[in-house]
């Protein structure tokens, strides 16, 4: 698997000709990498390239146990196992070969229904792909900077320790997408032993609070970060709720801190419902395209300004 460097495949082709449409990226991360392994300058060249490129950042952040593995891989699932016949509103590309772009392992998995292990901590996984509409010109690029739960909660504080710098530098790979409005996907997930709507447990204070200090040290430590970037909150395992209720309603009773950020930013935040679908232990029964077929269609109006279907096609599809 390539590894950080220049040249190779990833190489611009900058000196001595023009760069060619298969040679994208002077430095490149594909697939997963331990962080400690990799040079910090390194890391920030690569995302400083992409950006260049301008590739979107999409960043999933969520603590341990949220659902974000499994986010990831209903978002590939959507993007390359979808029945296009059906659903052919939109196409996916890979921006490098297959088992190069960082998509493989989740592929592979979804093949044998397994689900996919979670990012292991100081593990970083970035994954470029393409989406254009069939009814729009302009197609958008999109990285997914995947981290785990456990470095995640060095930034709201839950995990002091940094011996290993790791926390450090997702500050500085953060800090980097100063320079394309990146996108964080806030994933907050129902307390699966919910009862009863309106009960507030301490699963419902403690995410509550970890993702309102995550948001705080990113208004704190970079100001300018925090209002150029785009916030949509993800209430995941939504299909647990034992009664149906609109997703601001959720937030609002269960995760009020969330809502209040959510509810006086409406500019910068956006609010979704997600259901991944049927996984029982380690087996994919199914996974349900109606959530990331929604997060796509949203992600494409946030970075075009335009649906991805004409609206002809709202209104008779």
């Given at each position: 698997?390539?590894?950080?460097?220049?040249?190779?495949?990833?190489?611009?082709?900058?000196?001595?000709?023009?760069?060619?449409?298969?040679?994208?990226?002077?430095?490149?991360?594909?697939?997963?990498?331990?962080?400690?392994?990799?040079?910090?300058?390194?890391?920030?060249?690569?995302?400083?390239?992409?950006?260049?490129?301008?590739?979107?950042?999409?960043?999933?952040?969520?603590?341990?146990?949220?659902?974000?593995?499994?986010?990831?891989?209903?978002?590939?699932?959507?993007?390359?196992?979808?029945?296009?016949?059906?659903?052919?509103?939109?196409?996916?590309?890979?921006?490098?070969?297959?088992?190069?772009?960082?998509?493989?392992?989740?592929?592979?998995?979804?093949?044998?229904?397994?689900?996919?292990?979670?990012?292991?901590?100081?593990?970083?996984?970035?994954?470029?792909?393409?989406?254009?509409?069939?009814?729009?010109?302009?197609?958008?690029?999109?990285?997914?900077?995947?981290?785990?739960?456990?470095?995640?909660?060095?930034?709201?504080?839950?995990?002091?320790?940094?011996?290993?710098?790791?926390?450090?530098?997702?500050?500085?790979?953060?800090?980097?997408?100063?320079?394309?409005?990146?996108?964080?996907?806030?994933?907050?997930?129902?307390?699966?032993?919910?009862?009863?709507?309106?009960?507030?447990?301490?699963?419902?204070?403690?995410?509550?609070?970890?993702?309102?200090?995550?948001?705080?040290?990113?208004?704190?430590?970079?100001?300018?970060?925090?209002?150029?970037?785009?916030?949509?909150?993800?209430?995941?395992?939504?299909?647990?709720?034992?009664?149906?209720?609109?997703?601001?309603?959720?937030?609002?009773?269960?995760?009020?801190?969330?809502?209040?950020?959510?509810?006086s930013n409406s500019k910068s935040y956006g609010l979704i419902p997600y259901s991944v679908g049927?996984?029982?232990?380690?087996?994919?029964?199914?996974?349900?395209?109606?959530?990331?077929?929604?997060?796509?269609?949203?992600?494409?109006?946030?970075?075009?300004?335009?649906?991805?279907?004409?609206?002809?096609?709202?209104?008779?599809?």
């Amino acid at each position: 698997m390539p590894t950080v460097g220049q040249g190779g495949a990833g190489s611009t082709g900058t000196q001595g000709g023009n760069a060619t449409p298969q040679r994208v990226f002077k430095y490149k991360i594909v697939g997963n990498h331990l962080l400690d392994k990799l040079n910090e300058s390194d890391i920030l060249k690569d995302i400083a390239a992409r950006i260049q490129h301008g590739r979107r950042l999409i960043i999933p952040i969520g603590l341990p146990q949220a659902g974000k593995s499994m986010f990831i891989a209903s978002l590939i699932a959507y993007a390359f196992r979808r029945d296009v016949k059906e659903d052919n509103s939109c196409n996916f590309a890979h921006v490098f070969p297959r088992e190069h772009s960082g998509v493989k392992n989740i592929t592979d998995a979804l093949d044998k229904n397994d689900v996919l292990p979670s990012t292991r901590p100081n593990e970083i996984t970035i994954i470029d792909l393409d989406m254009k509409s069939r009814y729009r010109k302009r197609p958008i690029k999109i990285t997914l900077i995947d981290l785990s739960g456990e470095d995640i909660e060095r930034l709201t504080g839950k995990r002091a320790d940094d011996s290993d710098g790791t926390g450090a530098k997702i500050e500085k790979i953060l800090a980097a997408c100063i320079a394309r409005k990146a996108i964080f996907a806030i994933l907050t997930p129902v307390d699966a032993n919910m009862t009863e709507i309106g009960e507030v447990s301490e699963f419902d204070i403690n995410e509550d609070s970890e993702m309102r200090m995550f948001i705080n040290n990113i208004q704190t430590n970079n100001p300018q970060l925090y209002h150029l970037t785009k916030f949509l909150m993800v209430v995941t395992k939504w299909d647990t709720l034992p009664k149906r209720i609109d997703t601001a309603t959720y937030l609002k009773l269960h995760r009020n801190q969330l809502y209040n950020e959510y509810s006086s930013n409406s500019k910068s935040y956006g609010l979704i419902p997600y259901s991944v679908g049927n996984v029982v232990s380690n087996t994919i029964i199914n996974i349900i395209l109606r959530s990331p077929k929604n997060f796509w269609y949203t992600l494409y109006r946030w970075c075009t300004g335009k649906h991805v279907l004409p609206w002809w096609k709202r209104i008779f599809s």
